[in-house]
């Protein structure tokens, strides 16, 4: 029996374990892929209070660091199943806590065409700063038009000849200082109002078929292709335990409370207003600490 079982090892869960750790508590941290989530692809995070500039990797691996150094235990299997009774069943195991904290985050939202899943790791990513530099002196596209797409687009522009940046509408909701960043890159050229049609090719992606708003249809051809628009929450495996909203985000009160005792849900995973690194080890924090404050009370 454990405290407290986190469910996701990126900066939300590894704050909980902190949290949590520092308790005194028996803490088990289940992780799918690996440590770190989201911010491993952010190349450089300049808006994290009292650090000035860090890569996402440097940030996840001093908090997984620091989380190990307590005693904390990271297992690396797939949750497939919660229950109210705070059973976790697990690919190979099933672990039993007083409370679960949900820290599941988001992934990759996919543009859902034709090909997409068979173009993976053949000409189509979903994370530049893994797999840019396959793509040195070459032509590549980024689609999107947030933050993602136009960091992704900066750090693709010293690497590929050419890059695309193509959004479907004809501004960006990305920040100014990084849209005016790229627009000062000699070797970036944008494809605005126009959505992918189609993804060409027969082992590799060789070119993608775009429409414009009047409907003309035109081939671009491109050695990689990244996708950047946007997340999806990973809330199915909860649905007949918590309330999820209609985007699939896991509704709380007090922030971080779902509607079972005992159960919280940190991070990108909830329904918030502002999903950033900041607001995940927040709520990492909060979520340990009402756990901390019910097993105490229980004990
Ligand atoms: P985002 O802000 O949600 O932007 C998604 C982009 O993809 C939008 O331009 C959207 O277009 C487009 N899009 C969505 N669905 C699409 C589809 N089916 N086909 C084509 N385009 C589609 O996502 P994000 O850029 O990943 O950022 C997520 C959060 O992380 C944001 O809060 C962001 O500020 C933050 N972030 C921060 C940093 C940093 O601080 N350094 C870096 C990266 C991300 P529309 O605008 O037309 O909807």
Redesign the pocket.
Known sequence: MYDIIIIGAGPAGLTSALYALRANKKVLILESKSYGGQIIN?KE???YPGIKKISGIDFATNLYNQVIDLGGKILYETVNNVSKEKIVTTNKNKYEAKCIIIATGVQN?K?NINNEEKFIGKGLSYCATCDGNFYKGKTVAV???????I?DAIYLSDIASIVYVI???DE??AEKKLINELKNKKNVKFIMNS?ILKLNGNDYLESIDLKDNKNTITNLKLDGLFI????VPNNIMFKDIVDLDEYGYIIAKNEVCTKVDGIYVAGDARVKNL??LTTAVSDGSIAAVEAIKRINMNN
Not at 228 to 231: E, Y
């Open positions: 952010a995070i300049e808006n939202r543009l689609v999107g038009g947030g933050n993602t797409a960091e959004h479907r509408r960006f909701s959505n950047a628009i946007g997340h999903r950033q």
